[in-house]
């Protein structure tokens, strides 16, 4: 079992900035790759980014590509989602996810991960 809790989400200005943190409790947080997603107002919830167990491979989604990074910090059971450039349409609430597969070594897909926090809410205000 893992335990995902996301604080870090409020409201900022377009072109503002925003770090989302993912702090994980109970099994080895390394044994996990770590992604973020995004679920707007009447809309799926969409990738955003993954990071592998050990922080080698990253993809970020196309909408975000060049503005949000993903980390982690396997010491600290933590994962980051810095986001700089907000725009109005990155207003969603936030979830970090856990996916403890050996198979691959990250995922884009929400049916893929195995735990999930409670989810933050970002809103861009234009």
């Known amino acids: 079992q893992v335990q995902l809790v996301e604080p870090g989400g409020g409201l900022v200005q377009a072109g503002g900035s925003l770090r989302l943190s993912c702090a994980a409790s109970?099994?080895?947080?390394?044994?996990?790759?770590m992604g973020w997603f995004r679920q707007a107002p009447g809309k799926e919830r969409e990738f955003v980014a993954v990071?592998?167990?050990?922080?080698?491979?990253?993809v970020h989604a196309d909408s975000v590509k060049g503005r949000f990074t993903i980390s982690r910090d396997n010491g600290k059971y933590t994962a980051y989602l810095q986001m700089n450039s907000l725009k109005p349409e990155d207003t969603a609430v936030y979830y970090c996810?856990?996916?403890?597969?050996?198979?691959?070594?990250?995922?884009?897909?929400?049916?893929?991960?195995?735990?999930w926090g409670q989810g933050t809410q970002v809103t861009v205000s234009s």
């Open positions: 990071i592998s167990r050990s922080g080698s491979y990253i």
């Open positions: 996810a856990a996916d403890g597969s050996r198979s691959r070594r990250w995922s884009d897909k929400v049916y893929e991960y195995d735990y």
């Open positions: 109970g099994r080895d947080f390394s044994s996990y790759a």
